[in-house]
């Protein structure tokens, strides 16, 4: 059955402190897609970023970078340096393709507060 | 840029009434989503809407709830008579394409209280 795990319910740091947010993920299928959204205080979910299954290839963008490891089923996100602008909710979420549709499985999200 | 928008924001309404939740999708995007998340829980999803019909929905989308698209721009949520379970925030998103890992954009969500 597909699933995300997001084990740390919620972690604290000081500004300009690296972080690592875990996601492990299940799945039957060869062809799926993670993503990651922020949640801020204002409520919405920010999308940032996408990644099939074939594409192993870490990604940095800015500050933020993503680990993607199949053979652990993890899709890790680290933020480094962070900034009390990072604090919110980060969830983590798997789509598997199926007949017309592309239902997004989150996971129960880490609240990160960052502290000046 | 183009963005996910919905309306109200805040719904506040009374057991057993009907309720409507409006968004409105970014144009150019085919396949429509409405997810919910109950407070400080995680985000469930709720049905998907391609070609004006649902393509997929989950056991949370029982006989209470119907979407809409009545128009070229707008795509509703109706819950029929509401329970206090309902109260949750409902985001609302839209993707390009479907079955193929699209992302799916969200909006700001409506906050609906059921008393």
């Known amino acids: 059955a597909q699933k995300v795990t997001q084990a740390q319910t919620e972690i604290s740091v000081v500004e300009k402190e690296d972080v690592t947010l875990d996601c492990v993920y299940e799945?039957?299928?060869?062809?799926?897609?993670l993503f990651w959204y922020k949640q801020p205080p204002s409520g919405e979910l920010v999308f940032l970023i996408r990644?099939?299954?074939?594409?192993?290839q870490n990604e940095i963008s800015g500050r933020y970078s993503w680990n993607f490891q199949k053979s652990t089923s993890s899709f890790n996100f680290t933020i480094t340096a962070s900034q009390v602008v990072d604090s919110a909710v980060y969830f983590c979420?798997?789509?598997?393709?199926?007949?017309?549709?592309?239902?997004?499985?989150f996971g129960t999200g880490t609240r990160l507060q960052v502290f000046p | 840029e183009p963005e996910v928008t919905q309306t109200p924001s805040h719904q506040v309404t009374q057991m057993g009434q009907e309720v409507i939740l409006r968004c409105v999708p970014i144009s150019n995007h085919l396949y429509f989503y409405w997810y919910r998340q109950i407070l400080g829980q995680k985000v469930e999803f709720l049905v998907s809407?391609?070609?004006?019909?649902?393509?997929?929905k989950s056991e949370i989308f029982d006989d209470q709830f119907s979407v809409e698209r009545p128009d070229g721009s707008n795509f509703t949520l109706k819950i029929r008579s509401t329970k206090l379970e309902d109260s949750a925030m409902y985001f609302c998103a839209s993707s390009e394409g479907g079955a193929g890992g699209e992302t799916q954009y969200f909006g700001p969500g409506t906050r609906l209280l059921v008393l």
């Open positions: 979420a798997l789509s598997e393709p199926s007949h017309n549709t592309d239902k997004l499985i």
């Open positions: 990644r099939n299954s074939f594409d192993e």
């Open positions: 799945t039957r299928d060869t062809t799926y897609y």
């Open positions: 809407f391609y070609n004006n019909e649902i393509s997929e």
